[in-house]
């Protein structure tokens, strides 16, 4: 079975800093999804970028960016000039591509701070 | 556009209680629809998930069941609450057929039983 690892359960940052959220999975497949949601105190999760996994380029959005290490197994979400805004929870999550998949397998999530 | 709503946004339940959540879709058809529970601190567990009426897939074995009654309906039910049911549930949905498949969520219901 697929897991999703988040080894930051919490992390702070300076407004206007570049902060880099891990996030690790384990899986024998070689074609899936990948993806960052956040989670802000409203709590409705909201999709913040997703990476297809036979793509060599790493996906951006605007400040927010991943590095896609397939070999390694890692998908980092970096954050650049970091806004109020960005404080939320962050979870990293896979999907198999294999038809009829439904499961997202969801890290732990990350609680990121950013101070004024 | 699609839109997803759910309801009530808070409960508060006694022990032996019944449960029952609601999510609606709107704007598309044939959803994919997704019931996921997050506990404090934890990350989301899927519990369900139905691919048309009346298809449900259980991940977890425990005390609560789905349903769906109509296409763009999910409705997460308990016969009796227990303790551990307490947590925030949220509903997903997706298009059948799409590539990456992200889900878009519900804003979630906070459940909490004494």
């Known amino acids: 079975a697929q897991t999703v690892t988040q080894s930051q359960p919490e992390i702070s940052v300076q407004e206007a800093e570049t902060v880099t959220l891990s996030c690790t999975y384990d899986t024998s497949e070689s074609d899936y999804y990948l993806f960052w949601y956040k989670q802000p105190p409203s709590r409705q999760m909201i999709l913040v970028i997703r990476?297809?996994?036979?793509?060599?380029q790493n996906a951006t959005e605007n400040r927010f960016s991943v590095n896609f290490q397939k070999a390694a197994k890692s998908f980092s979400l970096k954050i650049s000039d970091s806004q109020l805004g960005d404080a939320a929870m962050y979870f990293c999550?896979?999907?198999?591509?294999?038809?009829?998949?439904?499961?997202?397998?969801f890290g732990q999530g990350t609680r990121l701070t950013i101070n004024p | 556009s699609q839109t997803i709503h759910q309801w009530p946004a808070t409960l508060v339940q006694p022990v032996g209680s019944p449960l029952s959540l609601e999510c609606t879709v709107e704007g598309t058809s044939n959803p994919n629809l997704y019931w996921y529970r997050q506990a404090a601190g934890r990350g989301l567990q899927l519990l369900f998930y139905s691919v048309g009426i009346g298809q449900i897939s259980s991940e977890v074995p425990q005390n609560l069941s789905a349903s769906r009654p109509q296409d763009r309906q999910f409705i997460l039910s308990s016969k009796k609450l227990l303790l551990s049911d307490s947590g925030f549930y949220l509903c997903?949905?997706?298009?059948?057929?799409?590539?990456?498949?992200?889900?878009?969520f519900g804003e979630g219901s906070r459940l909490t039983v004494l």
């Open positions: 990476q297809e996994a036979y793509k060599q």
């Open positions: 997903a949905w997706r298009p059948p057929f799409a590539g990456a498949g992200e889900l878009f």
């Open positions: 999550a896979y999907r198999s591509s294999i038809k009829g998949a439904q499961k997202l397998v």
